[in-house]
């Protein structure tokens, strides 16, 4: 690691968490140089919903670089964007009757926030952006803004203006309406809360500690958008893609975002690509307004399409998905009643679930021993207090099994090195 150290910056971060050096991953497996195995329930922060390595999708990008296929061509037209433009068309927005246009930006998810608040600042005319507690963004000085956690937030280095941060559904307390509160600040002439040009929201916060927004809550957002002309805006790039079962996190709330961004998940292969959906009538943009010399990633289209065509035809996938959930639901339920002591609390939907701690430190020392036994899982949260699992939506059955195991032996562990006294009296201790 010595390298590393020597060269990479002080910025580095998930190498200090998982410090060996890898070498190859298939779907849901990282092998380092030692020929060490560890079970992935990070997925590339969400990335790699498909697996790493996955042979549909590796398959079509070789076939496609053999052909001599365009790797860039800026924003200029190529088969490869064609077919995922049908693609997309075909596998995600028509059987959802669902009208967007679709606009490439920078290829990181950050750059497709910041061309979604662009746009609507662009369309409304107005500054203001409400964004919700615990929301993560991005870290580029826009999506930055709307980002909540100060640990982003103390390095911007200027004023993060224009950014209304609301309290999110459950923030204080599930029968506080934190959507009537919105309402009356918006509403308001004379709250100091500038009329919005967009409200911006993850109906799971990934970064923000798999917090769920209540599918209710969502609706009365979408209505408040409605009757005081606010466009909604939601952030799907980690919980989009399947991650929450449906391609969309949304979905089971039924509402119809204004602006939806994508990313991580959606080339399938960990190729940088994002994408914008916007409304058709909202479509301001004078050519090349937004623009970006990686804007549409040739190779990521490939296997994109490679993916929607594999795993969108038809509905199977997604109960797949449903399934894993359940699993992994129900084994989180029984740790959290095992393991009294632990003070834990389930959090999350779909694939996207983990455990709330009330000790952060107790988080960190699952997450350190789960690494030393060979599984590769990070915290979340405002204080880093949440364990989240993010395996590979693909991963083997048996794999996801194993990975639990050595969850629960890291709990067990970490919870045996609790001080006496935090360990409650009908606590067994596991070694
Ligand atoms: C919901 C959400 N939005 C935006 C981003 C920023 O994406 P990127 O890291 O690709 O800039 C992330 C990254 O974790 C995210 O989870």
Sequence with gaps: MRTFERLESEVRGYIRSFPTIFKTARNAVLTDQHGHDYIDFLAGAGTLNYGHNNPVLKQAVLDYVNADGIVHGLDMATSAKKDFLNAF??????????????????????????????????VTGRRNVVAFTNGFHGVTLGALSLTGNRKYRDAAGVALADVHHAPYSGYLGMEVDTIAILDKLIGDPSSGVDLPAAVIVECVQGEGGLNVAGLNWLRHLEQLCRRHQVLLIVDDIQAGCGRTGGFFSFEQAGIAPDLITLSKSLSGFGLPMALLLLKPELDVWKPGQ???????????????????????????????????????????????????????TRRGRGLMQGLAFADPALADAVTSIAFQNGLIIETSGGRDEVVKLLMPLTIEPERLLAGLDILEGALAEAVSHLPARFVHPNQEVHA
């Excluded at 028509?94 to 750059?111: A, S």
């Excluded at 990521?300 to 699993?327: I, N, P």
């Design 290 to 344: 937004h623009n970006g010399t990686f804007r549409g990633n040739n190779l990521a289209f490939v296997t994109a399409t490679a993916a929607l065509d594999h795993y969108w035809a038809d509905g199977r996938f997604q109960r797949s998905v449903e399934f894993k959930a359940g699993t992994v639901g129900a084994f989180l339920d029984k740790l959290v009643s095992n393991y009294p002591a632990a003070q834990m």
């Design 89 to 122: 068309e075909q596998r995600i927005l028509k059987p959802r009757h669902m009208h967007y246009k679709l606009q490439f930006t920078g290829p990181t998810g950050t750059n497709a926030v910041e061309a979604a608040i662009k746009l609507a600042r662009k």
